[in-house]
């Protein structure tokens, strides 16, 4: 198998405030994992993307000290969305890839977060 | 070159027909081409995939058609179900890295 679950599954928080989200490879090692956002009705945009043990590497356009990435161990990445905005609302879903399978990814459910 | 074109955006079948969905893209170095599920609410899972050296990949009812000259790709889903109605959506990488998504195209199945 290859299971990734993500925590919580949704969290709303107060503008101004920060949320950690959780992503866990629950039957595998990866060493590499991915975050997307992704907006209603909308395809997924890839945020950045995290080595074990190493600083993540941020795609264009996203704040790195604003989505702080954190990739302590083979099985878990954290993203903290610091000082969160309502423009910050979206469903952030993060990915594994399995020790040497390079191509395939595999997604946990989601966590829609929400900021009044 | 980066960007992965994805048509229709949605798309309307009854039960037991054939669901055809297209990609194209631009850039050449992409060597995997995989296909998404997704639900609402849930993240994407993995349909089907193909590599360019390939022109046609089948399992179950799904099938992949792959063109390297048009640089094009589509999906066909057969006998569809209305279980089947999601999003879909086509992706491209290379070596693993920066997959790159299409917009994605809602299916909804007819019962």
């Known amino acids: 198998g290859a299971v990734v679950s993500q925590h919580p599954s949704w969290v709303i928080c107060k503008s101004g405030t920060s949320v950690k989200i959780e992503c866990r490879s629950l039957d595998f090692q990866a060493t590499t994992m991915f975050w997307y956002r992704q907006f209603p009705k909308q395809s997924l945009m890839l945020m950045a993307t995290s080595n074990e043990g190493s600083k993540a590497t941020y795609e264009q356009g996203v704040e790195k000290d604003k989505f702080l990435i954190n990739h302590a161990s083979l099985t878990l990445s954290t993203l903290t969305v610091t000082s969160a905005h309502p423009e910050d609302s979206s469903f952030y879903i993060c990915?594994?890839?399995?020790?040497?399978?390079?191509?395939?990814?595999?997604f946990g459910p989601g966590t829609r977060l929400t900021v009044t | 070159q980066q960007q992965v074109k994805q048509s229709p955006q949605s798309l309307i079948v009854q039960k037991g027909g054939i669901s055809i969905i297209n990609c194209a893209y631009e850039?050449?170095?992409?060597?995997?081409f995989p296909w998404y599920q997704q639900f609402p609410g849930k993240g994407p899972a993995l349909l089907i995939a193909?590599?360019?050296?390939?022109s046609e990949k089948k399992e179950g009812r799904f099938t992949i058609s792959f063109n390297k000259s048009a640089k094009q790709f589509s999906l066909h889903i057969m006998d569809s179900q209305p279980g089947d109605s999601a999003t879909y959506f086509c992706?491209?990488?290379?070596?693993?890295?920066?997959?790159?998504f299409g917009p994605g195209t809602r299916l909804s199945v007819l019962p």
């Open positions: 990915s594994a890839r399995k020790l040497a399978v390079v191509y395939e990814q595999y």
């Open positions: 850039n050449t170095a992409f060597d995997y």
């Open positions: 193909i590599r360019p050296d390939v």
């Open positions: 992706a491209a990488t290379r070596y693993g890295q920066n997959f790159v």
